[in-house]
């Protein structure tokens, strides 16, 4: 760790333990917010020498897959030429650049958007996709043409509100500090009218998720596709039918850690709820296309003649393209956990796949 790591993860520790001495607990939700939003502020944290490698970076495949099936959305559409690609959370604009070398093949040229708060990542971005135009959030997208969205590991990084039942009702799940240090813990507000009538009497140490933050990305999407025409991919860890239970998780250098220790130092995620996010789209008169799981997405696509084909140009890579397929697209790996939620305009057609 060099010196500024060292200063910016007291520094943030010490705010928290600040903040809670002055004025009590915090919610996960804020403690989440705040040190995610330093976690990407000023870091590479992709690939080997990173913390965690996405689907993009495992294999072009997975980019190529992408752009055809927005082309093939598109063709079908009707070609409109005003087109943009948006991608919230680009990364290090890998998959941008697989997709739009795609597209191309089949006449999709579109503008290029990306949508991302990391500075470090910004520069990175515009490197590998020159000329792409960057946006701190959806708000200032263009309001005119189709927009083709992907969003790619972008919704489980938003931070959560979670609610735990104990022997008196509903709290919210807090954020304290016990002997140095951080514990979550139940808070002393009562919050069983935010609780869904079917989970109020649920027995005590129950735990719901939700995400607010998702729930907004989805909905501004939806109206944006519902009044502009287009379709959206997003894709991530999580679930497509309600479940309760803490799924917040902390990764460093590839390794899980405990993500009440290091705010700001490793990335924190939370499973998302496909199920919740398709009713608030449906909420704005979008489409829901369907949520498969990633295999059968990738499979449908053709992934597996993808793998051969690559394979009869470059031979010696060939044991690599079938391991790094195999990781996108099966169930023990990647192929079951990862989910790829459709949405489109009422007047766009079925996607593939779903």
């Known amino acids: 760790m060099t010196g ?3 200063q910016d993860r007291e520094s943030l520790t010490t705010m928290f333990q600040r903040l809670i001495a002055n004025y009590g607990p915090i919610t996960l939700q804020h403690y989440m917010g705040e040190a995610n939003a330093r976690y990407y502020a000023g870091k590479d944290p992709l690939g080997s020498g990173g913390d965690f490698i996405t689907a993009p970076e495992i294999s072009q495949m997975f980019g190529e897959l992408i752009g055809l099936w927005l082309a093939d959305i598109w063709i079908r559409a009707g070609r409109d030429e005003a087109v943009h690609y948006v991608e919230l959370g680009p990364g290090r604009g890998t998959l941008a650049k697989d997709a739009l070398r795609a597209m191309k093949r089949y006449g999709l040229e579109p503008q290029v958007h990306f949508v991302e708060s990391s500075t470090t990542l910004k520069d990175i971005q515009i490197a590998a996709v020159p000329g792409a135009r960057l946006h701190a959030d959806l708000s200032t997208l263009p309001m005119d043409g189709p927009l083709l969205v992907v969003g790619n590991e972008f919704l489980d990084a938003l931070p959560v509100r979670q609610l735990v039942r104990i022997a008196d009702g509903w709290r919210e799940r807090m954020v304290d500090v016990q002997d140095g240090r951080f514990r979550p813990v139940a808070g002393t507000k009562p919050m069983d009218a935010a609780i869904p009538p079917a989970l109020k009497d649920s027995p005590e140490g129950t735990l719901i998720e939700t995400c607010p933050g998702a729930a907004a990305v989805v909905y501004e999407l939806a109206g944006r596709l519902v ?20 799924t917040l998780q902390a990764l460093k250098a590839h390794q899980r850690v405990d993500p009440f220790t290091m705010p700001g130092e490793a990335d924190l ?11 608030v789209a449906l909420s704005h008169d979008c489409r829901h296309l369907g949520t498969v799981t990633q295999g059968r997405f990738l499979r449908d696509l053709g992934i597996e003649a ?25 169930e023990g790996q990647m ?10 305009s009422p007047d766009w057609p079925d996607g593939a796949s779903f």
């Open 269 to 279: 995620t939370c499973h998302v709820d496909f199920a919740a996010l398709a009713n």
């Open 227 to 246: 009044h502009q025409g287009g379709a959206a991919l997003l894709i991530d860890y999580g679930h497509d039918a309600p479940r309760t239970g803490s």
């Open 335 to 344: 192929g079951a956990l990862f989910k790829v939620m459709g949405l489109a």
């Open 4 to 6: 500024a790591q060292g």
């Open 306 to 330: 993808r793998a051969q084909a690559l394979a009869k140009v470059a031979p010696q890579h060939e044991a690599a393209l079938h391991l790094a397929k195999d990781r996108l697209i099966e």
